[in-house]
């Protein structure tokens, strides 16, 4: 991911609106990775991620004209790519993860018990994120897993920023619920 100063990336906007490929290809080298892990943490897939995220950059030069100097291009783009998420994974209807393979674990060295262990709470962690009504798993993973504000979640949903609290709020708890029932599961299977 290449970073570049807010003024440079002002300059860089400019100029793809006037239509310089190249201006915009800078934009998107800088903003590449940030779309990619807002759409996989919204779908679980990283082939559907990957589309989704192509999408999200073609639906960005078409709209590039929208988009109003002074806010936040973050913001734009993750709103394109939340939106293009949610209709990618209702067309495709995959909304599960794939494999367990496809999880990235931290944590180099662990023993097998440590691996298995993780990679049941990872995909355990990921289904129940998953399975979170669209709106409330947007803002989750704009506030959890990005580190956005909540202005800048609220600009990148065009929602107000009480909405943003009330469904970063809701979709907390939802979650803790299907979190502390896996959990309970897990913890009787073990002991049968």
Same mark, same amino acid.
């Given at each position: 991911?290449?970073?570049?100063?807010? #003024?440079?990336?002002?300059?860089? +906007? =400019?100029?793809?609106?006037?239509?310089?490929?190249? #201006?915009?290809?800078?934009? +998107?080298?800088?903003? #590449?990775?940030? +779309?990619?892990? +807002?759409?996989?943490?919204?779908?679980?897939?990283?082939?559907? #991620?990957?589309?989704?995220?192509?999408? =999200?950059?073609?639906?960005?030069?078409?709209r590039l004209r929208s988009f109003r100097p002074g806010t936040s291009l973050r913001s734009w783009l993750y709103r394109i790519a939340v939106n293009t998420a949610i209709d990618m994974l209702r067309k495709e209807k995959r909304i599960l993860p794939g494999a367990v393979e496809d999880l990235h674990l931290k944590d180099p060295q662990p023993g097998p018990e440590a691996l298995a262990a993780n990679s049941e709470r990872a995909a355990t962690v990921q289904e129940a994120v998953l399975s979170l009504p669209d709106a409330s798993r947007a803002v989750l993973i704009l506030r959890e897993y990005e580190g956005l504000s909540y202005q800048e979640i609220a600009e990148a949903l065009d929602i107000p920023v009480g909405t943003v609290m009330s469904r970063l709020n809701y979709a907390r708890k939802l979650l803790r619920e299907k979190l502390e029932v896996q959990l309970f599961l897990s913890a009787e299977a073990e002991h049968v």
């Amino acid at each position: 991911m290449t970073s570049i100063s807010q #003024a440079n990336e002002i300059e860089l +906007v =400019t100029r793809a609106q006037a239509g310089d490929r190249n #201006a915009f290809h800078e934009l +998107v080298r800088s903003h #590449a990775q940030g +779309v990619l892990h +807002v759409i996989y943490r919204m779908c679980g897939d990283q082939q559907v #991620a990957e589309d989704a995220a192509q999408e =999200t950059f073609i639906q960005a030069w078409l709209r590039l004209r929208s988009f109003r100097p002074g806010t936040s291009l973050r913001s734009w783009l993750y709103r394109i790519a939340v939106n293009t998420a949610i209709d990618m994974l209702r067309k495709e209807k995959r909304i599960l993860p794939g494999a367990v393979e496809d999880l990235h674990l931290k944590d180099p060295q662990p023993g097998p018990e440590a691996l298995a262990a993780n990679s049941e709470r990872a995909a355990t962690v990921q289904e129940a994120v998953l399975s979170l009504p669209d709106a409330s798993r947007a803002v989750l993973i704009l506030r959890e897993y990005e580190g956005l504000s909540y202005q800048e979640i609220a600009e990148a949903l065009d929602i107000p920023v009480g909405t943003v609290m009330s469904r970063l709020n809701y979709a907390r708890k939802l979650l803790r619920e299907k979190l502390e029932v896996q959990l309970f599961l897990s913890a009787e299977a073990e002991h049968v």
